[in-house]
């Protein structure tokens, strides 16, 4: 167990919708990032949050934002869903401070869009 | 752009080494990382090595990095079939935020018994 959490576990949803990722980073680290894994772009790393910013932006779709809320919480949303969103979403969290900045994964969320 | 590539299968016996390899190309990578993933689980970080080591030894593991041809392999001795998973190279640039890790594709690593 990494101490990172993610809910839900498993999301059925249809084309055009939206729906939000929630993940709860490890105690006491201040970064979070989300990550999307699919079976023909392998695992991609969509976006970085530290401490209530944005911090580094990936291969993130329009379509999908994020925040870190005030108690480090973070939430992906994803809208005008497609079918290719079909993906498992990671997230993960870091100290980001000292070296390695070694991150933790959560056990995902997996998303089918039908 | 940054890329990792990895072969995507090896296969094994019990008790042989493994040696999986990994090549980059943003030669300002600060750290190179090997993660494992088992079947239905997150990303494990297995162990790092900072870019300017040449080897680093943990247990049954050892990384060794040739910086000049962006190479970079990971070696399993003793391999046993609980090391049976999915092994991704990634590389990153840390900053004062933390690290954006650009992964490879993973090696689907099987161990025969």
């Known amino acids: 167990d990494s101490g990172v959490t993610q809910t839900p576990k498993h999301l059925i949803t249809a084309t055009g919708q939206r729906v939000t990722l929630r993940c709860s980073p490890r105690?006491?680290?201040?970064?979070v990032y989300w990550y999307q894994q699919s079976l023909d772009q392998g695992l991609q790393f969509l976006i970085q949050?530290?401490?209530?910013?944005?911090?580094a932006k990936g291969n993130i779709l329009e379509r999908f934002s994020a925040q870190q809320f005030p108690d480090l919480h973070s939430e992906l949303n994803l809208s005008s869903l497609e079918l290719g969103d079909s993906a498992l979403y990671f997230c993960a969290s870091s100290v980001a401070g000292g070296p390695g900045n070694e991150q933790f994964f959560g056990p995902g969320t997996r998303l089918t869009v039908l | 752009g940054e890329d990792v590539e990895q072969s995507l299968f090896l296969s094994v016996r019990e008790g042989d080494s493994s040696v999986i390899n990994c090549t980059y190309t943003?030669?300002?990578?600060?750290?190179l990382y090997w993660y494992k993933q088992e079947p239905g689980a997150g990303l494990q970080l297995l162990t790092y090595?900072?870019?300017?080591?040449d080897m680093k030894q943990d247990q049954r593991l050892t990384v060794l990095l040739n910086k000049k041809d962006k190479h970079l392999s990971l070696r399993i001795a003793d391999t046993q079939t609980g090391d049976s998973a999915i092994y991704f190279c990634?590389?990153?640039?840390?900053?004062?935020?933390?690290?954006?890790?650009?992964f490879g594709k993973g090696t689907t690593l099987s161990v025969s018994s």
């Open positions: 090595i900072f870019s300017n080591m």
């Open positions: 990634a590389e990153g640039e840390a900053n004062q935020a933390g690290t954006a890790l650009i």
């Open positions: 949050y530290y401490n209530g910013e944005e911090r």
């Open positions: 105690s006491g680290d201040l970064s």
């Open positions: 943003d030669s300002s990578s600060t750290y």
